[in-house]
């Protein structure tokens, strides 16, 4: 139950100290699992000093055991071994100390580590942290190579030695982190986590030289995948030589076989790019110098042809056929146009022949009443009506007398 105190009934140190100790006392035993940092046995003392660190996080624990406890793997531990430990949790209370009185440690195994990792890649890989179609390619010619490697390593002296012969402009941002060890996966996270925010940096290489599996552990690690995982810059992971196979290497755009292999796919040599530039142009003035003979002899051929030689004997050829086919139209034109005049004339005179006219010229008269309409019968007129007489060259009245003869 939480102590009840206030500014006017404050608890004591000593007491603060023996409640944290009472609460601690209540844990029991557990299994706990990290790396030895530091390791002191003074001789003729029978307790053994440890420091265990979780490798993925800023984080230890002071753990202590009896000499016979430690003897029993005393011939297989070191600092720097992955270890299990089964222990309960005890506080110092005149220190204010929170330390692990270990009952058992026992040492992971290269077998075991394996064993770890493959449980560890098929969880990751169910996760699509290694399929191809994450890969990003790499840029043909990076502005800024970011380096993540041990200080003054080998590996740092190859990458930047090899990718200066190929290409003397490149740069580099480098930084120097452990490669292996306990502080190796928060420095390289935090390093590549670095260069990635960096807009300055094109590609990251982290590279580390070959090493035994559990010197290469910290680039298996799950925060290590999973800080490049989520880069958006590309990048390069040469890490050991082309048997080892880290988790990096999965996750990784590109797996390079060792650092110097990483400089090679990382920068283009420039040597070979000028040679690559030198065979392109001559190839190009091959294939522009083809195509413009091609089209000299094309432009050639044409010239020759008659109608490009010659070009005005076509012109007169074709005025001659105009002049004729208009003389042929103009022959053409006058019979048809004297066939219509005579038909024009037949027709005249046909209408001429049977017009009204031409029969009143030849003697003939016709007989109107007072409306106009013409007398066609006797019985039509009546003695004493007044019709009028139409001939060819006018008209004059008339008077009817009787029924059968007019006046």
């Not at 300055?200 to 982290?206: K, P």
């Not at 990048?235 to 290497?249: K, M, N, Q, R």
């Amino acid at each position: 139950m939480a102590v009840q105190t206030s500014a006017e009934t404050p608890i004591p140190v000593g007491e603060v100290s023996r409640l944290i100790g009472s609460w601690v006392e209540r844990l029991g035993a557990v299994w706990v699992e990290g790396q030895i940092t530091q390791l002191s046995r003074r001789p003729g003392f029978g307790v053994v000093f440890l420091t265990l660190r979780d490798p993925a996080q800023d984080v230890s624990l002071r753990v202590t055991c009896y000499r016979g406890v430690f003897d029993r793997v005393a011939d297989v531990i070191r600092e720097g071994a992955r270890v299990v430990v089964l222990g309960k949790p005890e506080w110092y209370a005149p220190r204010g100390e929170l330390s692990l009185r270990a009952s058992e440690i026992r040492a992971v195994g290269v077998g075991e580590l394996l064993l770890r990792l493959d449980r560890l890649k098929r969880a990751l890989a169910a996760e699509g942290l290694f399929a191809a179609e994450r890969k990003r390619p790499l840029p043909f010619l990076p502005g800024c190579v970011g380096l993540v490697t041990g200080r003054a390593s080998a590996a740092e002296r190859d990458v930047l030695e090899n990718a200066r012969l190929r290409w003397p402009a490149v740069r580099f941002a480098v930084r120097n982190v452990a490669v292996q060890g306990v502080h190796a996966v928060p420095q390289v996270v935090d390093a590549v986590r670095e260069l990635d925010a960096d807009p300055a940096v094109d590609v990251i290489i982290v590279a580390r030289g070959g090493g035994s599996v559990e010197d290469l552990l910290p680039f298996s690690d799950e925060a290590l995948v999973r800080a490049v995982a989520e880069c958006r810059t590309p990048v390069v992971s040469a890490i050991g030589h082309e048997p080892d196979t880290p988790l990096l290497d999965l996750v990784a755009d590109v797996r390079a076989s060792t650092p110097t292999d990483a400089a090679k796919r990382t920068v283009p040599d420039v040597g070979e790019e000028l040679a690559r530039v030198r065979q392109l142009r001559e190839r190009a003035r091959r294939v522009l110098g083809s195509l413009l003979d091609r089209e000299e002899r094309g432009l050639a051929a044409a010239r020759s042809r008659p109608s490009m030689a010659h070009p005005h004997r076509m012109v007169d050829g074709r005025q001659e056929e105009l002049a004729a086919l208009l003389e042929r139209s103009r022959r053409t034109l006058r019979h048809l146009l004297d066939r219509a005049a005579g038909d024009l004339e037949h027709t005249r005179a046909r209408v001429v022949a049977l017009s009204p006219a031409a029969t009143l010229r030849r003697g003939y008269a016709v007989l109107q009443r007072a409306d106009g309409a013409a007398v066609r019968a006797v019985g039509e007129v009546a003695a004493g009506e007044r019709l009028r007489a139409r001939v060819a060259d006018g008209a004059f009245p008339v008077t009817v007398e009787n029924e059968r003869e007019a006046t």
